[in-house]
């Protein structure tokens, strides 16, 4: 269990924040550049001195240890990995600087490579790699001196979209499988919602949200959290329907969705898909129109946030729409009332996990 | 062009001229009647050995100027910095009144240790070496600055320790910059002539280096001189051919 609570000053204001984090939990701090989201974890390393606070790790405080006696190990945005090593010299580093010997500490990391990193020289130089590649290197990097914490820092940011779904299958498998707390820090919604098992939204330098993803969605406290993480997300089988068209076919219900341009025509699993809530229209009565998915629900929550509402949906699939709250009068929306809900295939955003298997 | 012609000739032409002149026919006597051989070695062993101290006092030196915080940093750069725009004389002068027989310090030395640097190897070598440690300083300093802090801080969050940091991660990172200082460093040495020939004065086989064995011999033998300085030139241009298309030229 970690739990921090902190001020962190920052250029002329001052960052502060408490969370905690359970021992097999990951938590993403999710905020828009600038956020601080960065300094939280760095002061969490003892990068950056905290003007006031406490961070505990199992009941023992650490945040008067300098930063090589945390028991920590963060993937850096953009790698950070050190130029003049190479790929093995780079994982094999906290294992070195913490006194193993050469030979052991270079045994290890090549045991790492080989799990996070198959197909990587480990004589190359960090310069030569792709973005994907320097991000495995340096998650490779991060668990190599047997950290009790793992925080990965915008661990998709700097890799190129063809790369995006292999790494971030590979990050949730490692982050599953890290014996710790887990912080993953990130400015994009679907990241952090789809490898989280709690979010903590930040706004300039201060908390503004905690939850799960699910009670961030439903309910979000602040325009930022509504826009970004508020999305509907579909998770689970795309099938093949007619031409450029396919149906995923998630845990709650089935909704039809373009084919994503460039993927063969087969059936694929864990794809995500996403939906903006205010690309939702409700009806009264069941729509006329060309929305190819039309859904039948009962309204559950109706939440006010300014001239918009948040109304969620049950039905098959469960859905978030945001409509206005002149609309929300005019249609007479209540919680407990029918409704209908559409939406243009076109207004989802797919995400195929399976990516080529060449994009090492 | 024009212009880039007329400046690598200012460079050839001096160098050419040593070639025309040079008493071909009686190389052999001028070089034994000169002790070019002994004044040649002593050279070698007082630029390294100059170069040596200045690597292992600059980069710390260089490291405080970098990093350090402190009052007064910029007026410790610019002192650091003197010996370059100061007449080598000047430097040697110095010298004599701070380490100097009666010196300063000097005289304690002297008096208490017994030792005396001035009419010494030492005291050629510790004149080189204020002359010529600024540019490692420098170019160590420049290179410190230029580093992406982001990797040392990397590091110390690998696990690191300060000390172990600046050895596997700060010092290899600037090696090209402090090699190119290093080269610039021994090429300034093996030149000096004003500070050494004031300080450790001109003495064959203890102080006299090639500079000064070619300022003794101009008076007495002027084609030995020409001899003794075709000698610097090959050994200098030889050596910077070596090693400065890799350390001083484009990576």
Known sequence: MLEAAIEVPRGDVTVAAAFSAGHDETVALLGPNGAGKTTIVEAIAGLVPTASGTIVLDDEPIHDLPPERRPIGIAFQDGVLFPHLSVLENVAFPVRARGARPRAARAHALELLGRLAPGIDPGAKPGTLSGGARQRVALARALAGTPRVLILDEPLSAVDVSARAELRALLRRTLGSFDGPRLLVTHDPVEAMTLADRVVVLEGGRITQTGTPEEIRDAPRTRYAADLVGMNLFVGRLMPLEAGVGVLEAADGVVTVPWPEGVAVEPIDDVLATLAPADVALHAARPEGSARNVIQGVVEEVAILGDRARVRLSGSPRLVAEITTGSVARMAIRTGGAVWASFKAVEIHLMVERGPTDTL | ?251
């Open chain 2, 1 to 251: 062009m024009a212009l880039a012609s007329f400046g690598a000739a200012s460079v050839l032409l001096p160098v050419v001229a040593l070639f025309v002149r040079a008493p071909w026919s009686r190389l052999g006597g001028a070089l034994s009647g000169v002790g070019a051989s002994t004044a040649l070695r002593l050279s070698i062993e007082v630029s390294l050995a100059a170069t040596a101290i200045s690597v292992v006092v600059g980069v710390p030196l260089a490291w405080v100027l970098a990093r350090g915080e402190f009052p007064g940093r910029n007026l410790l750069r610019a002192v650091v910095v003197l010996p370059i725009v100061l007449p080598p004389v000047v430097g040697g002068v110095g010298l004599l009144v701070a380490l100097g027989r009666s010196g300063v310090v000097g005289r304690w030395l002297h008096d208490a240790l017994g030792l005396q640097l001035t009419f010494t190897t030492a005291g050629a070598v510790v004149a080189t070496t204020f002359v010529s440690m600024p540019l490692v300083v420098l170019a160590t300093e420049a290179g410190l600055r230029g580093l992406d802090r982001r990797h040392e801080r990397a590091a110390a969050a690998m696990g690191g320790s300060p000390w172990y940091v600046f050895r596997r991660v700060t010092l290899p990172m600037v090696a090209p910059q402090l090699a190119a200082g290093a080269v610039l460093t021994w090429a300034r040495a093996l030149g000096e002539f004003g500070a050494t020939i004031t300080f450790a004065g001109n003495l064959a086989g203890r102080t006299q280096t090639m500079p000064l064995a070619i300022y003794q011999a101009r008076q007495v033998d002027p084609g030995g001189a020409i001899v003794l300085s075709l000698i610097l030139v090959v050994v200098s241009v030889s050596v910077l051919v070596a090693l400065g298309g890799r350390l001083t030229g484009p990576r």
